[in-house]
């Protein structure tokens, strides 16, 4: 079992940066890759960034790359998302997720990219992005 707990939310104008943390609890952190999804009112949760147990693999949905940036310390237990040149279309509650499995340190899971790849999931971190 592994509890995530996201922070860094907030209110921010289009172009402007924002960070946010996941905190992770529980089993050994370094032992799952990690995932960030976000959800828009009305609109189905979708993936935006991934990255292995060792940190040296990552995916990103196109609509962020060179914009976001996704990274662990796991001598923290947390992931990070950096998020930066935000749009208003990034508005959404942003959750992280751990995915459980047996995964080498540079892998993701096969169905990473999915909600359904992911097995522990955080409450969500609310992010608005005004124009």
């Known amino acids: 079992q592994v509890q995530l707990v996201e922070s860094g939310g907030g209110l921010v104008q289009a172009g402007g940066s924002l960070r946010l943390s996941c905190a992770a609890s529980?089993?050994?952190?370094?032992?799952?890759?990690m995932g960030w999804f976000r959800q828009a009112p009305g609109k189905e949760r979708e993936f935006v960034a991934a990255?292995?147990?060792?940190?040296?693999?990552?995916s990103y949905q196109d609509s962020v790359k060179g914009r976001f940036t996704i990274s662990r310390d796991n001598s923290k237990n947390t992931v990070y998302l950096q998020m930066s040149s935000l749009k208003p279309e990034d508005t959404a509650l942003y959750y992280c997720?751990?995915?459980?499995?047996?995964?080498?340190?540079?892998?993701?899971?096969?169905?990473?990219?999915?909600?359904?790849?992911?097995?522990?999931w955080g409450q969500g971190a609310q992010v608005t992005v005004s124009s």
């Open positions: 997720a751990a995915s459980s499995g047996s995964y080498s340190g540079g892998s993701l899971p096969r169905a990473y990219v999915r909600a359904y790849g992911y097995d522990y």
């Open positions: 529980g089993r050994a952190f370094s032992s799952y890759p």
């Open positions: 990255i292995s147990r060792s940190g040296g693999n990552t």
